[in-house]
């Protein structure tokens, strides 16, 4: 679990549920199902742009969460499809 800026981490579970609202069909669409964080940076981008999106639109405190999920992405990338990973809890 990655460390976040007020010190605590970030579980598996919250990052599902980070990412629920904004599937894709592609890499965070994989990291929502599997788990897989593939090489490449092509994950980073596409989170990186739904922050972008967010902070446009004000929101500044889901920008926030999905930045935690970025961080979390960079601390294990590269990683393979986690085994039970929709069942993990919190």
Known sequence: MS???DGTRLSDHEVRDRLR???DGGPISALFETGAIAEGGVLEEALDHV???LESAGQHDEADR???VLTYVCDLHPRPAVPNWVNRSA
Do not use: A, P
Request: proline content about 0%; hydrophobic content about 25%; overall charge negative.
């Open 21 to 23: 609202k904004y599937q």
């Open 66 to 68: 999905v930045g935690d």
């Open 51 to 53: 922050m972008q999106e």
């Open 3 to 5: 460390e976040l800026s």
